[in-house]
């Protein structure tokens, strides 16, 4: 098949003076309307900023909550309605949402717990760019049978519309059920939905991630043996046809409990599993597991231990590093109060940081909790958490890069250090290193509030000031060009080695590699799917850098 791949090349001649407040007292503010918002989530907005969604409570007078988003630009101003846009105002109550980037133009997908009908429905909707609700007024069903459901997921189908995975009380136990929901809002699979897991007993806590190809792997924490949760997954087609056993593959039965899963894609179509797990009786650790395209689990029975240090290990994080394997951290009590600590394995489940992992947070904090973790887009991650050295929360962050070593200050660089609680961060990546980071604010004292903050990918608030393109000049030549359109820096004075890294708008590594001086990058165009990627330049002496993008067409 001709492929075309047409190329804009976006440099980026200097850093624009920043609106963002880059006091970590202060920070800038995302919603603060009358009463509580809270459970906000953030996805990038393809352009270096960030779309925030949450559950609202300005409207009501009883305590119900509606849905509302913000979008960040990557210069702090917030891009629609002052406070947000209404994604959903229905009466009654909206809550539990959550958000996924639709990755191919800047627009988002939401989907919430909706009791409209007055049982527990599953609605979504689509946003713009530019703020605009696209489908149905407040938004359209995705599950409304008379029975409750809840507890939405989703990520995008890489088609403009989204998989949206959650649980279902129709057959008088929770089970696992999903739906597709075109671009332009039409529902893709069974009206009820496809039932990804009817086992007997419970079925709950579903997670979800993208195939590659179209489709989804889904696991949740598993009830049917009558006595404990277990782990399993289970993998959909595009046209939502299960791809292995039914009602799913065994992940970790192991005894004793295991739950609180998380996934990832393993880049092979496959996926990454990781759990908490109370195989030895008596406190929890961290496992994980990698499973095929197939429905072949890849390690080690019932899982590689992450983390089996003493006292318990929960509330892991994890994120795909493509190459690089995956990065988990968590909450750890080992040191009799909880600190944060990460460890990276690689695609065969070999860690690669010290036994147990590495301490993230400052182990003078009195209590770190709460992870939440992101690529860095440059085979690193960055990890924020909930940090308490007094009275109160707030948010912290720290960054690895590729080989896991602590890219930035000791006991992680402070985010938010404001007055009263901060809380339940999330953190995109600002496509050039560091992250925009969003978070539950009470700094008020009487409600939550949603703030954010960007941090830099040298550590600090405070702009960097960007290689001038007359100083470090990239160009891509054929344009338009053929699949071996090549890269090269046209003006390299200083005769330095350089480094490119290409990613997509999730922030996923595609490709690492260092060149000689005169050496040119050839864009290898069997490694893309249709999209817009992005990449950065820096000389190998980290003297100067520049970034571009580039959109692959089929």
Known sequence: M?????????????????????????????????????????????KGGAIIAWDDNRNSVTGSTDIYAQRIKNNGFGKWTTNGIA?????????????????????AIVAWEDNRAGNNDIYAQKIDSSGNVLWTLDGVAICNKTTSQKNPKLISDNAGGAIIVWEDSVNFYWDVYAQ????????????????????????????????????????????????????YAQRLNPAGIIQWAANGVVVCNSIGVQNNPRIEPDGSNGALISWIDKRVGTDYDIYAQ??????????????????????????QDMKYLGSNGVVIAWKDD???????????????????????????????SIKSINPNTISDGLGGSIVAWQDSTAIGFDIYTQKLNAAGSVQWSTGGVAVSIASDDQVNPTQVTDGNGGAIYAWEDRRNTIDYEIYAH???????????????????????????????????????TQHSNWEIVVFDVYGKQIKRQVLHADEAYYLNADELSSGIYFYSVELTDKSVTTRGKFIYTR
């Open 2 to 46: 001709q492929k075309t791949l047409f190329i804009i090349l976006s440099l980026v001649t200097s850093v624009a003076l920043a609106q963002w407040n880059t006091n970590s007292s202060i920070n800038t503010p995302v919603c603060i309307a009358t009463k509580s918002q809270n459970n906000s989530h953030a996805v990038p907005d393809t």
């Open 87 to 107: 994604v959903c105002s229905n009466t009654l109550t909206q809550k539990s949402v959550a958000i996924a980037g639709s990755g191919i133009d800047g627009s």
């Open 180 to 231: 597709r929901i075109s671009s332009s809002g039409a529902l893709l699979w069974a009206t009820t939905g496809v039932a990804v897991c009817a086992a007997p007993n419970t079925q709950v806590n579903p997670k979800i991630d993208v195939d590659d190809m179209g489709g989804a792997v889904i696991t949740w924490q598993d009830k049917r043996n009558s006595t404990d949760y277990d782990i």
């Open 290 to 315: 990698r499973i095929s395209a197939s429905g072949t689990v890849m390690w080690a029975s019932n899982g590689v231990a992450v983390c089996s240090a003493a006292n318990n290990q929960t509330a």
């Open 334 to 364: 080992r040191s009799g109060k909880f600190d944060i600590y990460a460890q990276q394995l690689n695609l065969s489940g070999v860690a690669q940081l010290a036994t147990n992992g590495i301490l993230l947070s400052n182990p003078s």
């Open 454 to 492: 960007h941090i830099y990918g040298v550590g600090n608030a405070n702009a960097v000031k960007e290689i001038k393109s007359d100083k470090l000049l990239a160009t891509i030549y054929p344009n338009p060009a053929s699949p071996n359109s090549i890269i090269e820096l046209t003006n390299n």
